[in-house]
Nanobody, 114 residues
Framework: QVQLVESGGGSVQPGGSLRLSCAAS????????ITWYRQVPEKERELVGR????????TYGDSVKGRFTISRDDAKNIMYLQMNNLKPEDTAVYYC???????RGQGTQVTVSS
């Protein structure tokens, strides 16, 4: 079964950090384009970042550049999203999506508040 499962969300104070995980089964994250995006109700989906299969190029949305980092553990078949210096505006449901397999995880909630 091809699927992605996100985890690692939670509540954190501004300036804090979280690491999200995107665990894949049924395919290899190393051989797909994996995108992290986030969604707030009544707002458009926002690109957080993407790591491509070809060339392994990593790009980030402007609002998270310098604070968020995408990495991958090939042995565990997991993509990570390290989020540092979190801000209240980072509050959202975070999703990972695999382009070639057209599969998305269920999302994980991140809440940043004091």
């Amino acid at each position: 079964q091809v699927q992605l499962v996100e985890s690692g969300g939670g509540s954190v104070q501004p300036g804090g950090s979280l690491r999200l995980s995107c665990a894949a089964s049924g395919f290899s994250v190393a051989r797909d384009d994996i995108t992290w995006y986030r969604q707030v109700p009544e707002k458009e989906r926002e690109l957080v970042g993407r790591k491509t299969f070809v060339g392994g190029v990593t790009t980030y949305g402007d609002s998270v550049k310098g604070r968020f980092t995408i990495s991958r553990d090939d042995a565990k078949n997991i993509m990570y999203l390290q989020m540092n210096n979190l801000k209240p505006e980072d509050t959202a449901v975070y999703y990972c999506q695999a382009r070639r397999w057209n599969v998305r995880g269920q999302g994980t909630q991140v809440t940043v508040s004091s």
